[in-house]
C-alpha cells in the first residue's frame, strides 16, 4: 500500500511532459496577375505564357503590344517559339507597336530609313576625313623628298661656286714666257733695258 502510494505521489510530483514548440507562420505567397490578364480581366494561369514578358509593374507594354498587335496574336506568336526567343519577340512586338502609333503611316520602317540616313552620311563623313589623312600625308612627303633633294644639292654648290685657285698654273707661265710685259704681277721685267744699262741688241764688240 506504502508502494502504491509513493509511485503515485512520485507520478505527481514529476514535470508534465513539454509540447513542442509552434513553429513561426509561413509567409502567405500572393501570386498577383500579370499585366496582360489583369488588362483583360481574366484569371492568370500557374503557367501563363503572357507572364514572364509583362510583369504587373508594366502595364502600359502590354497595352502598346495590345493595341497593334492583339492579346490572341501575342499568345500564337510566343507559343510558336522556343523560350530562348521569347524575351527578344515580345521587344521587337513592343518596339513595332509603339513606332506604329507614332507613325500610323510608316511605322517602324520610317525609323529605319532615317537611321539608315544617319548611317549614310556619317560614312560619307568618314570618308572625307580619311582622303583628307591621305592628302596631308602626301604633302609631308612631298616635303621630305623636297628637302632631301636640297640637303644634297648644297654641298655641290659650294664646291663649284668656290673652287681653289692654283698660282702657278702651265698657261700663266706661258703667258709670262710670251708676254711678260703684260704680266700684272711682273710690271718691272728683267729684260728691261734700262736695268741691264746696254741694249740686248748693241753689239758686244766695237
Request: glycine residues 2%; aromatic residues 6%; neutral net charge.
Amino acid at each position: 500500500m506504502d508502494t502504491v502510494t509513493a509511485a503515485a505521489n512520485s507520478g505527481s510530483s514529476s514535470p508534465p511532459p513539454s509540447s513542442p514548440s509552434p513553429s513561426p507562420p509561413q509567409p502567405q505567397v500572393i501570386i498577383s496577375p500579370c499585366a496582360a490578364c489583369k488588362i483583360l480581366r481574366r484569371r492568370c494561369a500557374e503557367k501563363c505564357v503572357l507572364a514572364p514578358y509583362f510583369p504587373p509593374t508594366e502595364p502600359s507594354k502590354f497595352t502598346i503590344a495590345h493595341r497593334v498587335f492583339g492579346a490572341s496574336n501575342i499568345i500564337k506568336f510566343l507559343q510558336e517559339l522556343p523560350e530562348s526567343q521569347r524575351a527578344d519577340a515580345v521587344s521587337s512586338m513592343v518596339y513595332e507597336a509603339s513606332a506604329r502609333i507614332r507613325d500610323p503611316v510608316y511605322g517602324c520602317a520610317g525609323a529605319i530609313c532615317q537611321l539608315q540616313k544617319q548611317v549614310n552620311e556619317l560614312q560619307a563623313q568618314l570618308a572625307k576625313a580619311q582622303a583628307e589623312v591621305v592628302n596631308v600625308q602626301c604633302q609631308q612627303a612631298n616635303l621630305a623628298a623636297l628637302l632631301c633633294m636640297e640637303m644634297a644639292k648644297s654641298p655641290s654648290s659650294t664646291s663649284t661656286s668656290s673652287p681653289l685657285q692654283q698660282p702657278n698654273s702651265p698657261q700663266s707661265v706661258d703667258n709670262f714666257i710670251t708676254s711678260p710685259q703684260s704680266s700684272p704681277e711682273n710690271p718691272n721685267c728683267f729684260f728691261d733695258d734700262n736695268n741691264l744699262g746696254i741694249s740686248l741688241w748693241e753689239p758686244l764688240w766695237t
